[in-house]
């Protein structure tokens, strides 16, 4: 995160949603690892968690889009 976001051009708002979507969900599930230990059924267990605890469809949405954005980043950059 410290090194995708920063390096990522975008608006201030979208940014400030980022940070706040990255930090509230992403983080908390998969900030211990290491990008290679996370599966699919990682994702979808985090996923299932998310309903489970109300999130809305909007966010587990914009959630996964993200998580998608730094996989592709960090994939690109190898």
């Known amino acids: 995160m410290d090194t995708w976001l920063p390096n ?9 949603s980022y940070t706040y979507t990255v930090h509230r969900h992403l ?6 690892m290491r990008m290679i230990d996370i599966l699919p059924e990682h994702v ?3 996923v299932a968690r998310m ?15 993200l998580l998608s ?3 592709t980043t ?5």
């Open 27 to 32: 983080i908390p599930e998969f900030g211990t």
């Open 51 to 65: 309903k489970k605890n109300g999130v809305s469809p909007a966010t587990i949405k914009y959630a996964k889009v």
């Open 8 to 16: 990522h051009e975008i608006e201030a708002t979208t940014r400030q």
């Open 44 to 46: 979808r267990a985090w």
């Open 69 to 71: 954005a730094i996989f």
């Open 74 to 78: 960090a994939l690109n950059d190898q």
